[in-house]
């Protein structure tokens, strides 16, 4: 029981979003799955970041009312990680929009979300 | 000097600010883009030349006011100055050319090109390797949004390839990072390699996540589809940004990152590497789209300084200065390529022989081809002679044979497509326009090559010494190529012995003779030039480039001079030669054996500097490492020179189908190139060093062979300048095989063969090539009779003949009876009867090349044809009086000759009793044969004429068919398929079996390389399947393995 903690819940989801997602973008032939099995993929890795940050009995790296100013340091969890969470999240965020930008032109030229429909580059 | 975190700031506040600017108009808003560019290449350029006076020192920029871990950093350094000028560089270039697009385009486009070059920046300078994992992002989605500039279905594609690739290869960076923090507790990469996280346990998957994603990004083969359909289908601008300026980036990146690792990952840096450029450079050999092709080369050259990057340990001090020569050579010719395919708009190589409607673009592209490949006066010269000299001194020989493999596939494709360019057919292809928006990037980067080339070579003590004079002649050639040919030509002549004049009292004997065949020789066969009309485009520079190269290898004075001049002599001669009407297969094949000799000759002369501190020619004369081996090397590398047998097959077609006046260039001077490089290495060897006696035992069979198989040859062809070129590679198996006797009658019997070449091969080449040049046919059985209009032709070929033939009186009689004096006290005798055989076989094909072009019937069409032109007929008469003189006053030329091989073989010389010469086995004269033979000649010809006064001359319609009209005219010519008896004999050793075995070669090369590029099907999803494969392997290999 050990092993089950918070911090480790959070690794072994993150880990299996990703693995998901792998998985997902290797196996899914519809664009749009593969766009969401990529989504799922930058979701394990927030899950990742977050975990990495937790320590115990801590809360949210955000000083409002529940949080002692003078003695953030030791009431918070690590600041950095969910720094990079976010920035990570803006990033997945105009990664999907841009994929999705893609598919649409995509669909238009060809009437099909299937992936294997596109291969008009190759050798 | 101005802060460079200012590079960073200018470029995101007109990105931003462009949302408002752009109301002032399209052309404000690029106007205002460009120059914040030029600005950020400005910040750059100013801490480059800060650190290169070395006054500066590498600085920290702090940001938000705290140090690092707690904030984030950036470095300016050298190597940072150096890499963001060059992103910054080809970032404003790249706009320039861009113009026309973002005219079209929105606005949003600027911005994102502005992001994508900062994107760049900030991956060169950042310290911190989250921050670095958000600006590869930030470069991924902007490349990727810049796909749109040029929206169609395949960019699409791609676009969506890219972009889902690159972003799952960043989340693997990203959770590298993650634990890498979680491990550590810094993001600072300086922190990260204090640390040494593979110590850690853990750390070392950490490690290889981090790693293996940047190296990624470098697009290894084979985990690279997504990035050759972006290359293949993007904007050419596009593609020379992600070339030239993220490839760059990506490549610093590693080069920093990869301390994290520590040098146990070095090594399979390297191996990636390998696999990378070899993989790239093979799947090239099937490409016929110029934008893939150029793809290819982009992700080979990546391979190749991962290669160099994983030495860095072994190459050290020389680490950057090779990296530097390959990256900025690639950088300036990638770039300079893919906005040419922009400008030319061809996608099929095929087409890309438009390019010569515009002559000077042909020029352009060459720059940058010959550039791409290595050869001088390119910076990636200089690089990749320090490298191979490094990896052989280090003892890692078999990664030189990595390097140099690769290279030579590289520039198989290469050169077909610009073999392509300069011959292809262009008649049904339309003149491409040119906007001067996107000729400037193309003349500056093709310019910055020259300039770097010239700098990088003052940079090494070796380089310094090189004399760029001979190569600034061949730009001022090409400054006045539009004046006609008779000034050209004038100015050309007068440089060549003007430089002679200048040359010739500090060399020694055998360089002062080789330097007369050279240049003096080379100034004779430009007489011809004469001939030619109106402006004869391009033939001087490239003519004046060979023998640029020619007095570069005699004037040499280290062994990289000497590499130097070889590379010129073979680029200029390259062009010679392609220059022939159906030159474009044998031109390629000439320098493909050309590039294979010189990658050969480039290893032995890497092993024979280990243990040397300096590289002065005399290395070769004390070769401690592996000493047979690399003689073999260079013997070798000089070997695809003179055509020996196996390394032939270029000769025939690269000398039948040269110009006229080309011919005489490439065969009596050219080949006498290869011989003076033999000629050195075997004075190197030593006279008596047994050590080395199976190598000449070896090469003495090789040229006896070459003698005899060139003259079977020789029989058979209906071309007459094919006849010659056969008869060529006959003669120097002649020269080759006296060489390798080592004695000192052996070499003056060699040496006479080289004098003996030069004029009467000269003779016969510059003579019928003034015959071709009035007939219009090589093939003999169209001609006939010619002696009646042109006895001067006549007259010179049979002269030369009888010398070639080797029958006294004439000189080449001289050069048999020393040879055979020099086998038979070798005691060589099966050589010394197969070259007597091959003697036989010279006379005929000779009496059928003065029988059939001179004797019998004239033709009808050649009723009222001139004698040959008086420009070939100066440099004729000339040399004819060398032959003649040489024929009966020998002792002039053996004499002195005698003295200078002395010097190497000073036993078994000839005893000279006046004008007779005596050696063991007996005495010959010159001067009493020339009179005795004389003598008996002409009693017999007075005899003939008497005789013969009444006979009925027969008329040309004297004879006929039975009012019939044979169906192949030809098969009645007396000399067509003349020697069919004797080929019934002695087919067998016509089969090309040299040529089956090197076209086995080429197939297997290219069936694998066309079997291999189906792992690239096309899917998105596969090449996901590539990464996901690549990452396990890699892992299993480093890690597990």
Same mark, same amino acid.
């Given at each position: 029981?050990?092993?089950?903690?918070?911090?480790?819940?959070?690794?072994?989801?993150?880990?299996?979003?990703?693995?998901?997602?792998?998985?997902?973008? /290797?196996?899914?032939?519809? *664009?749009?799955?593969?766009?969401?099995?990529? =989504? %799922?993929?930058? !979701?394990? @890795?927030?899950? #990742?970041?977050?975990?990495?940050?937790?320590?115990?009995?801590?809360?949210?790296?955000?000083?409002?009312?529940?949080?002692?100013?003078?003695?953030?340091?030791?009431?918070?969890?690590?600041?950095?990680?969910?720094? /990079?969470?976010?920035?990570? *999240?803006?990033?997945?965020?105009?990664?999907? =929009? %841009?994929?999705? !930008?893609? @598919?649409?032109? #995509?669909?238009?030229?060809?009437?099909?979300?299937?992936?294997?429909?596109?291969?008009?580059?190759?050798? | 000097?101005?802060?460079?975190?200012?590079?960073?700031?200018?470029?995101?506040?007109?990105?931003?600010?462009?949302?408002?600017?752009?109301?002032?108009?399209?052309?404000?808003?690029?106007?205002?883009?460009?120059?914040?560019?030029?600005?950020?290449?400005?910040?750059?350029?100013?801490?480059?030349?800060?650190?290169?006076?070395?006054?500066?020192?590498?600085?920290?920029?702090?940001?938000?006011?705290?140090?690092?871990?707690?904030?984030?950093?950036?470095?300016?350094?050298?190597?940072?100055?150096?890499?963001?000028?060059?992103?910054?560089?080809?970032?404003?270039?790249?706009?320039?050319?861009?113009?026309?697009?973002?005219?079209?385009?929105?606005?949003?486009?600027?911005?994102?090109?502005?992001?994508?070059?900062?994107?760049?920046?900030?991956?060169?300078?950042?310290?911190?390797?989250?921050?670095?994992?958000?600006?590869?992002?930030?470069?991924?989605?902007?490349?990727?949004?810049?796909?749109?500039?040029?929206?169609?279905?395949?960019?699409?594609?791609?676009?969506?390839?890219?972009?889902?690739?690159?972003?799952?290869?960043?989340?693997?960076?990203?959770?590298?990072?993650?634990?890498?923090?979680?491990?550590?507790?810094?993001?600072?990469?300086?922190?990260?390699?204090?640390?040494?996280?593979?110590?850690?346990?853990?750390?070392?998957?950490?490690?290889?996540?981090?790693?293996?994603?940047?190296?990624?990004?470098?697009?290894?083969?084979?985990?690279?589809?997504?990035?050759?359909?972006?290359?293949?289908?993007?904007?050419?601008?596009?593609?020379?940004?992600?070339?030239?300026?993220?490839?760059?980036?990506?490549?610093?990146?590693?080069?920093?990152?990869?301390?994290?690792?520590?040098?146990?990952?070095?090594?399979?840096?390297?191996?990636?590497?390998?696999?990378?450029?070899?993989?790239?450079?093979?799947?090239?050999?099937?490409?016929?789209?110029?934008?893939?092709?150029?793809?290819?080369?982009?992700?080979?050259?990546?391979?190749?300084?991962?290669?160099?990057?994983?030495?860095?340990?072994?190459?050290?001090?020389?680490?950057?200065?090779?990296?530097?020569?390959?990256?900025?050579?690639?950088?300036?010719?990638?770039?300079?390529?893919?906005?040419?395919?922009?400008?030319?708009?061809?996608?099929?190589?095929?087409?890309?022989?438009?390019?010569?409607?515009?002559?000077?673009?042909?020029?352009?592209?060459?720059?940058?081809?010959?550039?791409?490949?290595?050869?001088?006066?390119?910076?990636?010269?200089?690089?990749?002679?320090?490298?191979?000299?490094?990896?052989?001194?280090?003892?890692?020989?078999?990664?030189?044979?990595?390097?140099?493999?690769?290279?030579?596939?590289?520039?198989?494709?290469?050169?077909?497509?610009?073999?392509?360019?300069?011959?292809?057919?262009?008649?049904?292809?339309?003149?491409?326009?040119?906007?001067?928006?996107?000729?400037?990037?193309?003349?500056?980067?093709?310019?910055?090559?020259?300039?770097?080339?010239?700098?990088?070579?003052?940079?090494?003590?070796?380089?310094?010494?090189?004399?760029?004079?001979?190569?600034?002649?061949?730009?001022?050639?090409?400054?006045?190529?539009?004046?006609?040919?008779?000034?050209?030509?004038?100015?050309?002549?007068?440089?060549?012995?003007?430089?002679?004049?200048?040359?010739?009292?500090?060399?020694?004997?055998?360089?002062?003779?080789?330097?007369?065949?050279?240049?003096?020789?080379?100034?004779?066969?430009?007489?011809?030039?004469?001939?030619?009309?109106?402006?004869?485009?391009?033939?001087?520079?490239?003519?004046?480039?060979?023998?640029?190269?020619?007095?570069?290898?005699?004037?040499?004075?280290?062994?990289?001079?000497?590499?130097?001049?070889?590379?010129?002599?073979?680029?200029?001669?390259?062009?010679?030669?392609?220059?022939?009407?159906?030159?474009?297969?044998?031109?390629?094949?000439?320098?493909?054996?050309?590039?294979?000799?010189?990658?050969?000759?480039?290893?032995?002369?890497?092993?024979?500097?280990?243990?040397?501190?300096?590289?002065?020619?005399?290395?070769?004369?004390?070769?401690?490492?592996?000493?047979?081996?690399?003689?073999?090397?260079?013997?070798?590398?000089?070997?695809?020179?003179?055509?020996?047998?196996?390394?032939?097959?270029?000769?025939?077609?690269?000398?039948?189908?040269?110009?006229?006046?080309?011919?005489?260039?490439?065969?009596?001077?050219?080949?006498?190139?290869?011989?003076?490089?033999?000629?050195?290495?075997?004075?190197?060897?030593?006279?008596?060093?047994?050590?080395?006696?199976?190598?000449?035992?070896?090469?003495?069979?090789?040229?006896?062979?070459?003698?005899?198989?060139?003259?079977?040859?020789?029989?058979?062809?209906?071309?007459?300048?094919?006849?010659?070129?056969?008869?060529?590679?006959?003669?120097?198996?002649?020269?080759?095989?006296?060489?390798?006797?080592?004695?000192?009658?052996?070499?003056?019997?060699?040496?006479?063969?080289?004098?003996?070449?030069?004029?009467?091969?000269?003779?016969?080449?510059?003579?019928?090539?003034?015959?071709?040049?009035?007939?219009?046919?090589?093939?003999?059985?169209?001609?006939?009779?010619?002696?009646?209009?042109?006895?001067?032709?006549?007259?010179?070929?049979?002269?030369?003949?009888?010398?070639?033939?080797?029958?006294?009186?004439?000189?080449?009689?001289?050069?048999?009876?020393?040879?055979?004096?020099?086998?038979?006290?070798?005691?060589?005798?099966?050589?010394?009867?197969?070259?007597?055989?091959?003697?036989?076989?010279?006379?005929?094909?000779?009496?059928?090349?003065?029988?059939?072009?001179?004797?019998?019937?004239?033709?009808?069409?050649?009723?009222?044809?001139?004698?040959?032109?008086?420009?070939?007929?100066?440099?004729?008469?000339?040399?004819?009086?060398?032959?003649?003189?040489?024929?009966?006053?020998?002792?002039?030329?053996?004499?002195?000759?005698?003295?200078?091989?002395?010097?190497?073989?000073?036993?078994?010389?000839?005893?000279?009793?006046?004008?007779?010469?005596?050696?063991?086995?007996?005495?010959?004269?010159?001067?009493?044969?020339?009179?005795?033979?004389?003598?008996?000649?002409?009693?017999?010809?007075?005899?003939?004429?008497?005789?013969?006064?009444?006979?009925?001359?027969?008329?040309?319609?004297?004879?006929?068919?039975?009012?019939?009209?044979?169906?192949?005219?030809?098969?009645?010519?007396?000399?067509?398929?003349?020697?069919?008896?004797?080929?019934?004999?002695?087919?067998?050793?016509?089969?090309?079996?040299?040529?089956?075995?090197?076209?086995?070669?080429?197939?297997?090369?290219?069936?694998?390389?066309?079997?291999?590029?189906?792992?690239?099907?096309?899917?998105?999803?596969?090449?996901?399947?590539?990464?996901?494969?690549?990452?396990?392997?890699?892992?299993?290999?480093?890690?597990?393995?």
């Amino acid at each position: 029981m050990q092993y089950l903690t918070l911090q480790n819940i959070g690794f072994a989801t993150g880990f299996i979003l990703i693995l998901i997602g792998i998985w997902g973008f /290797l196996t899914q032939k519809n *664009i749009i799955k593969i766009i969401i099995s990529f =989504a %799922l993929f930058d !979701t394990g @890795t927030h899950l #990742l970041l977050v975990a990495v940050a937790y320590i115990k009995d801590r809360t949210a790296p955000i000083i409002d009312s529940s949080v002692n100013s003078a003695n953030a340091v030791n009431e918070i969890v690590d600041p950095v990680p969910h720094a /990079l969470a976010l920035t990570a *999240i803006v990033i997945g965020l105009g990664i999907t =929009a %841009l994929m999705l !930008t893609f @598919t649409l032109k #995509l669909f238009k030229h060809k009437k099909s979300l299937d992936i294997t429909k596109y291969k008009d580059l190759k050798w | 000097m101005v802060d460079p975190i200012h590079i960073i700031s200018s470029a995101l506040g007109v990105a931003f600010a462009i949302g408002i600017v752009g109301k002032l108009g399209k052309n404000v808003t690029i106007a205002v883009m460009l120059s914040t560019l030029a600005f950020m290449a400005f910040i750059s350029l100013q801490w480059f030349m800060a650190f290169f006076s070395g006054e500066q020192e590498t600085t920290q920029i702090f940001t938000a006011g705290f140090k690092p871990p707690i904030s984030i950093n950036l470095q300016m350094g050298f190597n940072e100055a150096l890499f963001t000028l060059l992103v910054n560089v080809v970032g404003l270039l790249g706009g320039i050319y861009l113009i026309d697009i973002f005219k079209k385009q929105s606005k949003n486009v600027l911005t994102v090109f502005l992001v994508l070059i900062m994107g760049l920046n900030v991956i060169i300078m950042t310290r911190d390797i989250f921050n670095l994992f958000v600006f590869m992002e930030i470069v991924s989605i902007s490349i990727a949004g810049l796909v749109f500039m040029d929206e169609n279905l395949k960019s699409s594609q791609a676009g969506l390839k890219y972009l889902i690739a690159t972003s799952v290869i960043a989340g693997m960076l990203l959770i590298g990072i993650i634990f890498a923090y979680y491990f550590t507790g810094t993001l600072n990469i300086d922190d990260l390699i204090a640390t040494n996280l593979t110590t850690i346990k853990g750390g070392g998957i950490v490690v290889f996540l981090i790693l293996i994603s940047i190296i990624l990004e470098l697009k290894p083969f084979p985990a690279n589809g997504w990035a050759l359909d972006v290359y293949e289908s993007s904007t050419p601008g596009l593609g020379a940004i992600i070339s030239a300026a993220a490839a760059t980036a990506s490549f610093f990146v590693l080069s920093k990152v990869m301390d994290i690792a520590g040098q146990e990952w070095y090594y399979y840096i390297s191996l990636i590497g390998a696999i990378t450029f070899i993989g790239s450079n093979l799947l090239g050999l099937k490409q016929d789209n110029a934008k893939r092709l150029l793809g290819y080369s982009s992700i080979g050259q990546l391979g190749l300084l991962m290669i160099i990057l994983g030495f860095r340990d072994i190459l050290g001090d020389q680490t950057p200065y090779v990296i530097f020569g390959i990256l900025v050579s690639h950088y300036f010719a990638k770039a300079g390529l893919f906005w040419l395919s922009g400008i030319v708009k061809a996608q099929k190589l095929t087409d890309w022989a438009v390019i010569r409607k515009k002559p000077f673009f042909l020029f352009l592209m060459g720059t940058f081809l010959f550039a791409l490949i290595g050869f001088p006066p390119f910076p990636s010269f200089f690089a990749k002679w320090t490298l191979v000299m490094e990896l052989v001194g280090s003892g890692n020989v078999t990664w030189v044979i990595i390097v140099l493999f690769g290279s030579m596939l590289e520039a198989v494709y290469l050169f077909r497509w610009f073999g392509y360019a300069i011959k292809g057919e262009n008649e049904h292809l339309e003149v491409f326009k040119i906007d001067l928006h996107k000729m400037i990037p193309v003349w500056i980067v093709a310019l910055a090559l020259y300039a770097v080339g010239y700098f990088t070579a003052q940079m090494t003590e070796v380089g310094a010494t090189i004399n760029f004079i001979p190569l600034a002649f061949v730009g001022v050639l090409l400054a006045i190529d539009f004046l006609p040919v008779f000034v050209k030509n004038t100015i050309a002549i007068a440089g060549m012995l003007l430089h002679f004049y200048f040359v010739y009292p500090d060399l020694d004997d055998i360089r002062l003779l080789f330097e007369v065949i050279f240049i003096i020789g080379g100034a004779l066969a430009l007489i011809a030039g004469y001939a030619y009309k109106g402006k004869r485009s391009g033939f001087y520079p490239v003519a004046i480039l060979m023998y640029a190269g020619l007095t570069g290898i005699i004037e040499a004075s280290t062994t990289l001079e000497f590499f130097y001049g070889w590379e010129l002599m073979t680029a200029g001669s390259y062009f010679l030669i392609i220059r022939g009407k159906r030159s474009m297969p044998h031109g390629l094949s000439y320098i493909l054996f050309s590039i294979g000799g010189a990658y050969a000759l480039l290893a032995g002369l890497g092993m024979a500097h280990v243990g040397h501190t300096t590289f002065g020619m005399d290395i070769l004369n004390n070769i401690q490492y592996l000493p047979v081996w690399a003689y073999a090397l260079i013997i070798i590398g000089f070997l695809t020179k003179t055509a020996a047998l196996g390394l032939h097959i270029w000769l025939p077609g690269a000398h039948g189908e040269a110009e006229s006046d080309v011919s005489p260039m490439v065969s009596a001077i050219l080949l006498k190139a290869g011989v003076f490089g033999l000629v050195l290495v075997l004075i190197g060897m030593g006279a008596e060093n047994n050590q080395y006696e199976m190598l000449t035992y070896a090469l003495g069979w090789l040229g006896a062979l070459t003698v005899i198989l060139g003259s079977i040859m020789a029989l058979f062809q209906e071309d007459a300048k094919r006849l010659l070129a056969y008869s060529s590679i006959s003669q120097l198996g002649y020269i080759v095989l006296g060489l390798a006797v080592m004695s000192h009658l052996g070499w003056l019997g060699a040496f006479t063969y080289v004098i003996n070449h030069f004029l009467y091969k000269f003779i016969l080449f510059m003579t019928l090539g003034a015959v071709v040049l009035r007939v219009g046919t090589h093939n003999m059985y169209q001609m006939g009779g010619l002696i009646k209009r042109m006895p001067i032709a006549f007259i010179a070929v049979l002269i030369s003949i009888i010398a070639l033939a080797g029958i006294p009186p004439l000189s080449g009689f001289a050069g048999k009876w020393l040879f055979y004096n020099a086998l038979i006290a070798k005691g060589w005798y099966f050589q010394g009867v197969i070259t007597f055989i091959s003697s036989g076989i010279a006379f005929l094909y000779l009496w059928r090349l003065i029988h059939t072009v001179f004797l019998g019937q004239l033709k009808d069409n050649h009723r009222n044809v001139k004698d040959i032109s008086i420009w070939f007929s100066i440099p004729i008469f000339v040399l004819l009086i060398g032959l003649l003189t040489f024929s009966f006053k020998p002792e002039w030329v053996l004499q002195p000759l005698g003295n200078m091989i002395a010097e190497f073989f000073p036993t078994g010389q000839l005893t000279w009793n006046g004008g007779t010469a005596i050696s063991q086995y007996g005495y010959w004269s010159g001067s009493v044969l020339g009179i005795t033979i004389g003598s008996i000649f002409m009693l017999i010809l007075i005899w003939l004429l008497v005789s013969t006064r009444k006979a009925h001359k027969v008329k040309q319609f004297d004879i006929t068919y039975s009012g019939e009209r044979p169906e192949r005219p030809e098969t009645t010519h007396v000399a067509y398929n003349v020697f069919e008896g004797v080929y019934k004999a002695i087919w067998i050793a016509t089969i090309p079996l040299v040529e089956t075995f090197w076209t086995r070669v080429t197939n297997l090369l290219h069936d694998t390389a066309g079997f291999t590029r189906r792992l690239y099907s096309g899917d998105g999803q596969s090449y996901m399947l590539h990464i996901v494969v690549f990452i396990v392997i890699t892992y299993l290999v480093i890690i597990g393995g």
